[in-house]
């Protein structure tokens, strides 16, 4: 687990074909309306279909007035460094400070070549790459003189200027293990796109990074992580970034607190507004304040807190008061149903009251109460929801019009939205934990062993319990009547998980800040 506390930046991809120029720029300016942070253009100037980016940018620039505008990445074999450093300069000068620089070593040999500009091997591609960065940062800097020694690009006396409004960033869009290990080495950010580096590729690529930044005498966190996403609103959310907003904000929410993204550009199409707008306004505050969530952990040591009148099975023990507190179980159960013995429940080794755990090491068990809290919040939201339905169906009983018939259908709609992807939220949670943590844990401990195996065991309930939630909306969708159905699903899940989650951090915040496993 990464995250390397950088501030969130959210952004746009705008499309490059000239025969799209008003539209692009009429997104740029509605990307600035709606509060985000930057936009963008792909630079490709062998492609007879598309303006020239830094023109087109010069002109989003003008338009605009606060969001910064970048090369989405800039074609270093067609763009001389010593050129684009000056035109960065320029523009950043001209904009009042808003300009970074995507730059990228070059792809679409052919082409490039048709242009006049040499054809490069994988090697001598990034050999230009660190020598264009090398030459660039010269011309930025306030020496009266500058000298640049490459195999591919020199310098030799020239003078810098214009200087810079602010300090630009030099952010690489690259994805094989030796371009990853220049961006360790020299350049300030990196920016992938989702359909080239997968999520599931973030970590080992970030792991590269900050292995070659480490090497070269830099922090990782020093670079910052971007990433272009492209995504779909209308998808059912078991893949990446498709479906409702809730599901984006997850997965995106996921990626900056675990794998240490920090910025999203939304590769948003012409005639896109609708969800650019649900991207602006459902999604990238939702990714700030869960994100945010994560990130708060209370360094002030809490005193444990104690259930009042717990039931017979809830077991309480004493809690080390530097850790992060785990949340009780009241005892109070909605269904008539159990399906575990909470007594049978087994125990791990004696909480160590002596120790005196680090923020850091807090910060483990913290996160899985901050992951679990999220879970109990939207719990309640769905039990919310299902009151609504159940009084729009008491309604509809009594009128019987085919307008209320209308508005119930399409609050089972919702409803039935709003459950798949809670549930899925759920499983995934769950996933992580069994493929992940729970090997660490026994590893760690023998001691944790029975613990885990029952916590791995009541994941399966609970996910037995998350079909019957599904089961019942599909019967729903009939039979009206079938929210009763709904409801008693709804209290089983209720009672379960909540159960599940108190006794998973009663048993786990200890260990998993002792053995550093998350």
């Not at 605009?64 to 450093?85: D, G, K, Q, W, Y």
């Not at 679409?108 to 090398?134: H, N, Y």
């Not at 929801?385 to 209308?406: P, W």
Request: aromatic fraction near 6%; charged fraction near 25%; charge should be negative.
């Amino acid at each position: 687990m990464t995250d390397y506390g950088h501030d969130l930046r959210f952004g746009t991809f705008l499309p490059a074909e000239a025969a799209d120029a008003a539209e692009a720029l009429r997104l740029a300016v509605r990307t600035e309306e709606l509060g985000l942070d930057m936009t963008s253009l792909q630079d490709h100037p062998y492609q007879g279909r598309f303006l020239d980016t830094w023109t087109q940018l010069s002109v989003i620039a003008a338009h605009t007035e606060r969001i910064s505008v970048f090369p989405n990445v800039a074609n270093l074999p067609l763009r001389p460094p010593a050129v684009l450093a000056r035109a960065a300069a320029s523009l950043d000068l001209l904009s009042g400070g808003r300009v970074e620089l995507g730059l990228g070593a070059g792809g679409f040999w052919d082409a490039i070549e048709a242009m006049g500009a040499p054809r490069r091997t994988p090697g001598e591609s990034l050999k230009a790459l660190e020598e264009a960065i090398a030459v660039i940062r010269a011309l930025w800097s306030d020496e009266r003189s500058v000298r640049v020694d490459g195999e591919y690009y020199h310098l030799k006396g020239a003078h810098p200027g214009p200087g810079t409004a602010h300090d630009i960033g030099i952010w690489v869009g690259a994805y094989k293990p030796r371009a990853l290990a220049v961006i360790g080495r020299l350049a300030d950010g990196w920016l992938p796109s989702s359909p080239y580096v997968a999520p599931e590729l973030l970590a080992e690529s970030n792991r590269r990074i900050d292995e070659a930044a480490e090497q070269a005498g830099r922090r990782p966190e020093d670079i910052r992580r971007l990433y272009n996403i492209a995504g779909s609103f209308r998808g059912d959310g078991r893949e990446f970034l498709q479906g409702p907003p809730k599901v984006w904000v997850e997965q995106l929410a996921e990626l900056a607190v675990s794998e240490g993204m920090s910025g999203f550009v939304y590769m948003v199409r012409a005639g896109g507004d609708s969800d650019l707008e649900r991207f602006a306004t459902e999604v990238v505050p939702a990714v700030r304040e869960l994100v945010t969530a994560e990130r708060t952990h209370p360094e002030t040591p809490t005193a444990a807190v104690v259930p009042p009148e717990p039931a017979s099975a809830v077991l309480v023990r004493e809690h080390n008061a530097t850790l992060a507190t785990p949340t009780p179980d009241d005892g109070t159960r909605l269904s008539g149903t159990s399906l575990w013995d909470e007594s049978e429940r087994p125990t791990g080794p004696a909480s160590d009251l002596a120790v005196q755990y680090s923020g850091r090491q807090r910060a483990s068990g913290q996160h899985l109460v901050d992951v679990h809290n999220h879970l109990r919040e939207e719990l309640q939201q769905l039990r919310d929801l299902v009151d609504q339905v159940a009084s729009g169906a008491l309604d509809l009983g009594r009128a019987r019009s085919m307008i209320n018939t209308m508005a119930m259908r399409q609050n089972n709609w919702t409803l039935g939205t709003y459950c798949e992807s809670y549930c899925r939220v759920v499983t995934t949670h769950h996933t992580i934990e069994d493929l992940s943590l729970f090997p660490r844990l026994r590893a760690a401990d023998p001691r944790l062993v029975p613990v885990v195996d029952r916590l791995e065991a009541e994941h399966h309930v609970i996910a037995d319990v998350l079909e019957r939630v599904d089961q019942a909306l599909v019967a729903m969708v009939t039979r009206p009547e079938g929210v009763k159905q709904v409801r008693e699903a709804v209290d089983l899940l209720t009672d379960t998980l909540l159960s599940h989650l108190s006794y998973e951090e009663r048993e786990l915040i200890e260990p998993l800040s002792a053995y550093n496993v998350m």
